[in-house]
C-alpha cells in the first residue's frame, strides 16, 4: 500500500507563505457564505478571493463596495482579516502557541522571525507579544478618537460609532485602507479630528514594528538608535513631507478635488493624500480626478511604501535609502557604503537591488497586460498594477470594470507585493545550494 505524504515546509519563509495563503482561503470561503452577503445569495468566488486577498495582504483595492454590498458579518470577517494579516499569520500563531502551551521551540522561534525580522531568537518572544501590545494599544487610541467624532459632530448612534471607529482605526493602523463609506473618506476631507488621527495610525503602522519598539525604549536617546531606526525615520520623514507637498501642488487649484477648498481644508486633505501612499487606501479626495501628474508621483511613493516588519507594502523605505546611498558612494569613488558613520555590508546591497528589480519586473509585466487587455491608458494601468504590488488600495476607479482574469492578475500581485518577491521565491525554492568553489574574477564592460 502507497500512501501519500504532504510536502514538508522546512524554510520559515514557506510557512509564512502558507500561513498567508491559508487566510486568504479561509476567508473566501467565509465571504462567500450567504451571511455575509448583504443581498440575497453568495458573494462569488473571484469577489471573494479578491476581498479576502485584498484584507489579509492590508490592501484596500476592492471590486465591490464594502458598506453597500457586504452584510454586519462580512465586514467582520474582513475586519478580523485585517487584524490577521497585520499582526502577520505568523506572529499571530506564535502568539497562540505562547498563551496556549506557554512554551516556545526553536522551529516557533525561527518561524516568528522570518515574519517580524527580529535578528535575535531570544528576543522572539518578547516582540511577538509586543506587536500585540502596541497594536492593540494604537488601534484603541484611534478608535476612541474617532467614535468619539462620529458620535458627537456627526450624530451617529453610539453603537454605530463604535463599530465605525474600531473598523476605520483597525483599518488604518494596518494600512489597510478599507472603509465603511462607499467614497472612502471624501465627506470628511476638512475634519482633522478624522483624517489626522487616521493619518497618524498609517504612519504608526508603516514605520514597522522593530522601530516603535526602539522609540519605546530609547526615544530620549536617539544617538543610541540603531541604523534600521535612523534609516526608517529619515527616509520616512522626507517622502511624508515631500508627498505630501507634492499633492498639494500640483492639486492646489484642481476643481475636482483641491480646489473648492479653502487653505487650511487644502493643506489637511493634500497632508492626507501625502501620507495614504504609504501604503493605505484610504482616500479624502476623489483619486479618479486627480491629475495625471499627481498619479505618477503617488506612483513613486505607493512603489517604495513604509519600513521593513510594519503593516506597510512598497518595496520598504530602507530598501530605497540603500540603493540611494549605494549610487552615492559609487559616484563619489567610495569602496566602502556608509550610512550614517556605519558601513553597509555587501550582502544587503544585492538584497536591495534583488527585491528592487523584481518588483520593478512585476509591476512592470502587469501593467503591459493591462495595456494589452484593456482600453484604459498607460497612467490608469501603472498606476492600479502599482497600487496592488504596494498593497496600497488607492484607485483611479478601474478595478472593479476589470475581466476577472485582470482582478485576479491583481491578487496576485497583491499577494506577492505583501510578501515580499524575496520571501515568495525563497519559499518556492526545493533546497538551499551553497557553491564549495569560486569561479575565476573577470569584469565585463559596464555603461
Not at 450567504?34 to 495582504?57: I, Y
Not at 504608526?204 to 526615544?219: I, K, M, N, T, Y
Not at 544617538?223 to 517622502?239: D, Q
Amino acid at each position: 500500500m502507497v500512501t501519500r505524504r504532504w510536502p514538508r515546509l522546512k524554510h520559515p519563509a514557506q510557512v509564512v507563505v502558507a500561513g498567508f495563503a491559508t487566510a486568504v482561503a479561509v476567508g473566501t470561503g467565509l465571504l462567500m457564505l450567504p451571511v455575509a452577503k448583504a443581498g440575497p445569495g453568495g458573494a462569488g468566488v473571484v469577489d471573494a478571493l479578491f476581498t479576502s486577498t485584498s484584507a489579509v495582504c492590508v490592501t484596500g483595492l476592492i471590486v465591490v463596495d464594502t458598506p453597500g454590498y457586504w452584510s454586519g458579518f462580512g465586514q467582520a470577517v474582513i475586519l478580523a482579516l485585517i487584524q490577521v494579516g497585520g499582526f502577520g499569520i505568523m506572529t499571530f500563531a506564535s502568539l497562540l502557541v505562547l498563551l496556549v502551551s506557554h512554551r516556545f521551540g526553536l522551529k516557533a522561534r525561527l518561524t516568528a522571525a522570518a515574519e517580524t525580522k527580529t535578528l535575535g531568537l531570544g528576543d522572539v518572544r518578547s516582540v511577538v507579544t509586543g506587536v500585540v501590545k502596541v497594536s492593540l494599544l494604537l488601534e484603541a487610541v484611534t478608535a476612541l478618537v474617532l467614535t468619539l467624532r462620529f458620535a458627537t459632530a456627526y450624530d451617529e448612534p453610539w453603537p454605530r460609532a463604535v463599530w465605525l471607529g474600531v473598523f476605520h482605526a483597525v483599518s488604518a493602523f494596518n494600512n489597510a485602507g478599507f472603509a465603511l463609506y462607499s467614497d472612502s473618506l471624501i465627506g470628511f476631507a476638512t475634519d482633522p479630528w478624522i483624517c489626522l488621527p487616521v493619518a497618524l495610525a498609517v504612519i504608526a503602522g508603516g514605520l514597522g514594528f522593530p522601530v516603535l519598539f526602539e522609540l519605546r525604549r530609547r526615544w530620549s536617546r536617539p544617538g543610541s538608535w540603531s541604523l534600521h531606526t535612523k534609516i526608517v525615520l529619515w527616509a520616512s520623514g522626507i517622502f511624508l513631507v515631500g508627498g505630501s507637498a507634492f499633492v498639494t501642488v500640483i492639486e492646489w487649484s484642481n476643481p475636482a478635488t483641491l480646489g473648492p477648498m479653502d487653505a487650511p481644508g487644502k493643506l489637511l486633505a493634500g497632508f492626507f493624500q501625502g501620507v495614504m501612499p504609504r501604503t493605505a487606501g484610504f482616500n479624502s479626495v476623489d483619486t479618479s480626478q486627480m491629475s495625471p501628474a499627481s498619479w505618477l508621483g503617488t506612483d513613486v511613493l505607493m512603489f517604495v511604501g513604509g519600513a521593513s516588519a510594519g503593516t506597510a507594502g512598497g518595496i520598504k523605505v530602507t530598501t530605497f535609502a540603500v540603493l540611494f546611498f549605494v549610487i552615492y558612494a559609487e559616484i563619489r569613488g567610495e569602496g566602502a557604503v556608509n550610512i550614517f558613520h556605519r558601513r553597509l555590508h555587501g550582502d544587503l546591497q544585492r538584497q536591495a537591488l534583488t527585491v528592487v528589480l523584481l518588483s520593478v519586473a512585476a509591476v512592470a509585466v502587469s501593467t503591459l497586460a493591462f495595456v494589452v487587455f484593456t482600453d484604459h491608458s498607460l497612467d490608469q494601468s501603472l498606476f492600479e498594477t502599482t497600487s496592488a504590488f504596494a498593497t496600497v488600495g488607492l484607485s483611479t476607479g478601474i478595478t472593479a470594470g476589470l475581466h476577472p482574469g485582470l482582478q485576479l492578475l491583481l491578487v496576485a500581485l497583491m499577494f506577492i507585493g505583501r510578501l515580499g518577491p524575496i520571501t515568495v521565491a525563497s519559499a518556492l525554492a526545493l533546497r538551499a545550494r551553497v557553491r564549495l568553489y569560486d569561479l575565476p574574477e573577470e569584469r565585463p564592460v559596464i555603461g
